[in-house]
């Protein structure tokens, strides 16, 4: 960004304006954007008419109820973002670290079985650790992730695959078993083969994302399918409906069948083949790899795993 800009020098931006700039792209509207900012809309309408007047732009403009972001605006996201983010590390030293005293917002990015595999765990630790934050988190359906980790809305993202970008760091994180839940009128044994897993009537979580997917691809492969009797695109739903239903089985993460086979509504038994694990891992932003902050919070969600749940990863 150069030193004069219209007439104007860089001098003239802010970390407000700057911010506001990021929330109106995110949200498409100034009622949103001074709700996350925690400001009025007259300071974010304020903010806009200061940021028209710097860039020599509209920015903006009002298409079909929402705010849609002009050519120069969108060619603006990322300087500003980075501007933002480098800014931010710059002032916050490792020395001056104290989760302790700390008040931010924890953005997290993770599926609804992720919530339930390493939130409980996680959120004891923050009351322990950082009891002065807020923990807030968002589907990856929601939201451009790698967008949103960039600008630093977005802290840590916890999943399988959420970007190719060389600026997304990963680390292995756990690696999660798959088990099969069927109502007791099945009588299933705790260990199943393969092939007693087709013959089933299945309710399946259907997702791009979903290890079912691969599951059925394996099938496909040695000349199996499974029926499928039900689909639905809430995995947490599937206890509830297989508890109900004779003769019905699901596939889903054995954190959520152990937590759930308390209640005795449902057996559990596993498949002993490869295809019924997979990694989760975490991610962040090359950006914020060295801020002591984006160090402290993945040591937390480590220590938050529940280890009888799964097999951890060594991390190095």
């Excluded at 765990?121 to 992730?145: N, P």
């Excluded at 599951?215 to 039900?230: N, Q, S, T, Y």
């Excluded at 639905?232 to 889903?252: C, D, W």
Aim: net charge negative.
């Amino acid at each position: 960004m150069s030193d004069v800009i219209g007439g104007k020098t860089a001098g003239d931006l802010s970390f407000t304006l700057l911010k506001a700039l990021l929330a109106l792209i995110e949200t498409r509207s100034v009622t949103h954007a001074a709700r996350d900012l925690q400001v009025s809309q007259g300071a974010v309408s304020h903010s806009l008419k200061r940021l028209r007047d710097i860039f020599n732009d509209p920015l903006f403009v009002f298409e079909k109820g929402e705010l849609k972001p002009t050519e120069r605006c969108l060619a603006l996201q990322m300087p500003a973002a980075a501007l933002l983010a480098d800014a931010t590390a710059l002032m916050q030293s490792a020395s001056d670290f104290d989760p302790e005293h700390m008040r931010r917002t924890i953005s997290l990015t993770l599926n609804e079985v992720g919530e339930v595999a390493i939130l409980p765990d996680f959120m004891h630790l923050v009351a322990e650790q950082a009891h002065h934050c807020t923990v807030a988190t968002c589907s990856f359906k929601d939201i451009d992730v790698p967008a949103r980790m960039a600008d630093g809305s977005v802290d840590l993202a916890v999943g399988r695959i959420i970007s190719s970008s060389h600026d997304i760091l990963q680390q292995t994180l756990y690696s999660q078993r798959f088990a099969v839940i069927a109502h007791p009128s099945i009588g299933l044994p705790p260990t199943i083969s393969l092939e007693d897993y087709a013959d089933l009537r299945h309710a399946a979580y259907r997702s791009t994302r979903s290890i079912t997917v691969e599951i059925d691809r394996h099938l496909e492969r040695i000349g199996r399918k499974r029926e499928i009797v039900l689909q639905t695109p809430h995995a947490m739903v599937l206890p509830f409906i297989v508890a109900a239903t004779p003769g019905l089985s699901a596939t889903i993460p054995k954190v959520v069948a152990d937590r759930r086979h308390g209640e005795g509504k449902f057996s559990v038994s596993a498949v002993e083949e490869p295809c019924f694990s997979t990694d989760i891992s975490l991610f962040w932003h090359r950006r914020f790899d060295n801020d002591p902050y984006n160090r402290w919070l993945p040591s937390l969600m480590r220590q938050g795993i529940d280890v009888p749940h799964s097999t951890l990863t060594q991390i190095l």
